[in-house]
């Protein structure tokens, strides 16, 4: 029993430890940003851009598949269940709205988390590993700096931009099953679909898919930059990296749900 | 002897519970080529990080132009690192970047020079090195020599006047090598740059070095020319030099602790 | 980094003083660049107080070369410290500028025909 306790008292003394470390990278992305950086010129933005397009723009094929078929099962399953109490005709509802509120949020997340943070968290602790982190250091040039402000920044501008497209294409993904299959007027599909959606569902959808793109991008970089030793620990990090940040959106996305429905008032 | 760039005073380091700096003392002088040789785990390339300002000490100071980096601001401590340069032992070279753009990444990041000119200043580095029309390729494109060589441009890029090379010659050809021999000498002499060179290779240590520094289990063992060192009367250094595996450094040092550790299990 | 600028019989002659570095080569390669723009046949570079020449002043004189010699002006540069001269020679930049050890004989490169 002593054993058990023991162990939950050093696991929460890691997990506050490692809160603390993320905090801390937070804090410093933070200082570094709004210092801005004068001779800087070119080479940041294009920096900032070539992760742009490759979290936003290349995972676009990848989201559109998992956004669709997510809209087509919540439309099937949905209308099935609907249908037992004679109100299939708000299957359109249904999906708009939990795919804005939660599904497009988390989905995306989830998707950039195993294909974004994986990468992110390799390649910084491979640059670890082969001392190009420690080059960046010796030349004066910080790598939170040089190498996590860019990710962080390209996280927290394309995640939004690519649950809006997730959300559309859920919503499509419906429309497609429920005129098709379940035999919904398509009229009536979309005015449902529409009518049932405020404007709040989406913002804040957008904001929690803001808070996420955060928590991919310091769990990732910090996992990436904590690596010591060799490839066993490069793939070590990655796992962790997704592993945690998975967990982290949803526990994450819990709070925030509470927080946006049930603490503010509407 | 000229005057010191760098002095370590009383430096200690420890990782675990295994001691890998024992109360260094060591001068640099400047506008010289400082050896620092010794066995595979006598702490040369601890030195070296410690010296840059990678690893912080547990106890002991370091001074460079007088500054104790061991106690600077990170603020202040960029200033520092502008005036030197580090090649690293596996060269560290960006790998998305070209070698234009990984010579120019210094020069980029701390200066407000031109394109022109800094596409100038490049071109002159990888002469140097001997790579001019390499500057589109990327580093995996690149042999090892070569991609050292790179390194080299960039670490002296901003015109450094102390320059750090952390095992030059390992895993390179005797030609590279020397050639990189005869780029650390060329540079020491005709721009009085301060090459401070961590290896174990002995024939490109005579060659280059001012001044060398045997290293033996933390702790400083010689220091002198290289004439001195040859001549010196201590059993390790010979053993050493002469790179004979029997003599003062016991090869077989464990063989009691081994054979007590096999029958004991 | 000081710079005189004074012309003598149809050669602009730039006298430069103090150290040439990172910080202040911009401003050399500026007031290069505006007898360049003017297309300059023939300009002197007198270096007799320049202590200390980094890569970018270098540079700096490199691509002035570069801009005149389209135009098929003229470079000279004159009375190199032999601290200077050593940062052109590892370079190996000595064998493609015109340099003189005096104003005089910089001036004669100038003004001979060729």
């Known amino acids: 029993m002593r054993d058990f306790l023991g162990n939950i008292g050093s696991a929460a003394g890691l997990l506050l430890a490692g809160v603390c470390r993320l905090f801390g990278l937070g804090v410093r992305i933070l200082a570094v940003s709004v210092q801005g950086s004068p001779t800087k010129r070119g080479a940041r933005r294009e920096a900032f851009v070539r992760q742009m397009v490759l979290c936003g723009f290349d995972s676009l094929p990848i989201i559109c598949l998992v956004a669709c078929s997510m809209g087509m099962v919540l439309a099937l399953q949905g209308a099935y269940q609907l249908k037992q109490f004679g109100a299939v005709m708000y299957t359109g ?7 804005a509120r939660e599904l497009g949020p988390l989905m995306a997340s989830i998707v950039i988390a195993g294909r974004i943070g994986a990468r992110m968290a390799a390649e910084l602790g491979t640059m670890k590993v082969q001392e ?20 962080c920044l390209a996280l927290c501008v394309m995640l939004p931009c690519l649950v809006i497209v997730t959300d559309a294409v859920a919503i499509l993904g419906g429309f497609v099953i429920g005129v098709m299959s379940v035999g919904i007027n398509p009229d009536l599909y979309l005015a449902k679909s529409f009518d049932a959606l405020v404007l709040k569902d989406i913002y804040t959808g957008l904001a929690k898919s803001f808070l996420f793109a955060l928590l991919i991008g310091l769990v990732s970089c910090h996992q990436g930059l904590s690596v010591q030793g060799g490839a066993d620990e490069v793939g070590r990090a990655t796992t962790q990296a997704v592993v945690t940040s998975i967990v982290l959106i949803i526990v994450v996305d819990c709070l925030a749900t509470a927080i946006f429905y049930y603490a503010l008032p509407t | 002897m000229s005057p010191s760039i760098i002095q370590v005073k009383k430096l200690s380091k420890s990782f675990g519970d295994r001691l890998v700096l024992n109360g260094i003392n060591l001068v640099i002088p400047e506008g010289k080529i400082t050896v620092i040789m010794g066995g595979s785990g006598g702490g040369k390339s601890t030195l070296l990080r410690h010296m840059v300002g990678l690893t912080k000490p547990d106890a002991g100071s370091i001074e460079i132009e007088r500054e104790d980096i061991v106690r600077l601001a990170p603020e202040k401590m960029n200033d520092v690192r502008r005036k030197f340069g580090m090649l690293f032992q596996g060269s560290a070279l960006f790998n998305s970047m070209s070698v234009f753009e990984n010579v120019a990444l210094p020069l980029r990041e701390h200066t407000d020079l031109s394109d022109e000119i800094i596409l100038i200043i490049v071109k002159v580095k990888l002469e140097l090195v001997g790579l001019t029309g390499f500057e589109d390729f990327l580093p995996h494109q690149l042999s090892g020599g070569m991609r050292k060589r790179v390194a080299l441009a960039r670490a002296i890029a901003l015109d450094p006047k102390i320059v750090f090379y952390d095992e030059p010659g390992a895993g390179l050809d005797p030609i590279t090598a020397s050639m990189i021999d005869q780029l650390i000498l060329d540079l020491s002499q005709k721009l009085q740059i301060t ?14 070095a001012d001044q060398i520094v045997m290293l033996h289990k933390g702790k400083v063992l010689e220091v002198g020319r290289p004439e001195d060192i040859k001549t010196s009367s201590n059993p390790f250094v010979q053993q050493f030099i002469k790179g004979e595996h029997e003599g003062a450094i016991p090869f077989r040092q464990t063989r009691e602790a081994y054979l007590k550790g096999l029958l004991e299990t | 980094m000081k710079i005189h600028q004074r012309q003598d019989k149809g050669v602009q002659i730039y006298e430069v003083e103090g150290e040439i570095n990172f910080h202040n080569s911009p401003d050399l390669r500026d007031r290069l660049h505006e007898a360049i723009a003017r297309r300059e046949q023939k300009i002197l570079i007198q270096l007799r107080k320049v202590s200390y020449i980094d890569s970018s002043g270098l540079a700096t004189f490199v691509e002035a070369l570069q801009k005149t010699k ?23 930049l000595d064998g493609i500028f015109s340099l003189a050890g005096s104003l005089e004989s910089g001036l004669n490169l100038l003004r001979s025909p060729g």
Do not use: N, W
């Not at chain 1, 509802?93 to 795919?99: I, P, Q, T």
């Open chain 1, 132 to 151: 190009e982190v420690d080059a960046l250091t010796t030349m004066g040039i910080d790598p939170v700096r040089f190498l996590v402000v860019p990710r």
């Open chain 3, 70 to 92: 389209k135009y098929q002006g003229h470079l000279v540069l004159t009375e190199l410290m032999p601290a200077v001269k050593s940062v052109f020679e590892i370079a190996k």
């Open chain 1, 93 to 99: 509802s249904l999906v708009s709205v939990s795919v």
């Open chain 2, 195 to 208: 090459s401070v060179v961590v290896t174990h290779e002995m024939q490109s240590a005579f060659r280059i």
